[in-house]
Nanobody
C-alpha cells in the first residue's frame, strides 16, 4: 500500500514537500513515481526514481521539482519549489516492483500500485 501526504494550500512562489510511504511487502528492486491530475485534465507524469539510482523528470517541471527516496523508510519524496497556480492538481504516487530503465519511468502503465492522491493547491 502507498500513503501519500503533504499536500495543501500554498501561495505562488512557495514550496511543498510531498511524501509517499510504502507499507507491506518491500521490494529490493522497484520504481516509484509521482503523477498529477489537474481538475478536468488527464493524469500526467511528474517525476520518478528507482532502486539503485536513476531519476526521470517531466521536462516542463525539471529544475523546480526534485524527487528523492529514503530506502530505510520506504518513502519517496517530491520537493516542489517555485510553485505556480498551474501546479494545482491531485498528486498521486505510484509503485512498481521492477526497476525499469530510466527512459521508461514516465510510463503510467508500468506502475501497479497507486496511492490515494493528495491535493496541491497553489493560489495566485
Amino acid at each position: 500500500q502507498l500513503q501519500a501526504y503533504g499536500g495543501g494550500l500554498v501561495q505562488a512562489g512557495g514550496s511543498l514537500r510531498l511524501s509517499c510511504a510504502a507499507s507491506g511487502r518491500t521490494f529490493s528492486s522497484y520504481s516509484m513515481a509521482w503523477f498529477r491530475q489537474p481538475q478536468g485534465n488527464e493524469r500526467e507524469f511528474v517525476a520518478a526514481t528507482r532502486s539503485g539510482g536513476g531519476t526521470r523528470y517531466s521536462t516542463s517541471l525539471k529544475g523546480r521539482f526534485t524527487i528523492s527516496r529514503d530506502d530505510a523508510k520506504n518513502t519517496v519524496y517530491l520537493q516542489m519549489n517555485s510553485l505556480k497556480p498551474e501546479d494545482t492538481a491531485v498528486h498521486y504516487c505510484a509503485h512498481s516492483g521492477r526497476r525499469w530503465n530510466s527512459g521508461s519511468l514516465d510510463t503510467e502503465s508500468l506502475y501497479d500500485t497507486w496511492g490515494q492522491g493528495t491535493q496541491v493547491t497553489v493560489s495566485s
